[in-house]
């Protein structure tokens, strides 16, 4: 599909995140997301496949079964989950996914510790609203090689104070209703 160029005039403020966040279809979340969420922080390896298969969304929106490469990083995952639920838990799963599953390793770490969600769309809303950079297609993908956990936690810490200064004009504002608004204008602008 071709790019939309994003308005440059727009803002990130309540009116966006209602806008945006709208467009989002919260079926998806009812059917696959909430369901599983609780089970998969508490270490449920059933749940934390749900929500695994949820990020791997297929056509429609509908969850898909993950590929070789990604059952072989999940699997890796729950080899070592148990040393995640402890105390340095957070450093564990980064160097055990130093350098690779960048979007997985991410989403599990969303799981685990309550972290925001992050992904190519919202890296894209991230670049735009930061940098006023539009990444177009892959360009938004997130990097292999070690770079995403720099990235991750330099976007998690521009979610949070987005979110803190949203909740300032609109305080019953969530977490979820920013990264579903988030998600789908990036996904709009891919």
Known sequence: KPSVI??????????????????????????????????????????????????NVGSGPRPMKLAKTKEKAFQQFLQRLEFYQRAKGRQMLRQDFSKTAPVYSIFWYHILFGTPIFDVHTNR??????????????TAKIPYGGGHWRLYFAYARWFKETLRKLRRTQSALTSRDLDRALFMWGQHHS
Do not use: C
Not at 22 to 29: E, M
Not at 125 to 138: M, S
């Open 125 to 138: 809303t991230y670049h735009w609203f930061t940098q006023r950079i539009h990444r177009k297609g892959r």
């Open 6 to 55: 994003p308005n440059p005039a727009e803002v990130l403020d309540a009116a966006f995140v209602q806008k945006w966040s709208s467009r989002y279809p919260q079926n998806y979340d009812a059917n696959n997301y909430d369901p599983h969420i609780t089970n998969a922080r508490a270490g449920d390896a059933t749940a934390l496949r749900r929500l695994t298969e949820w990020k």
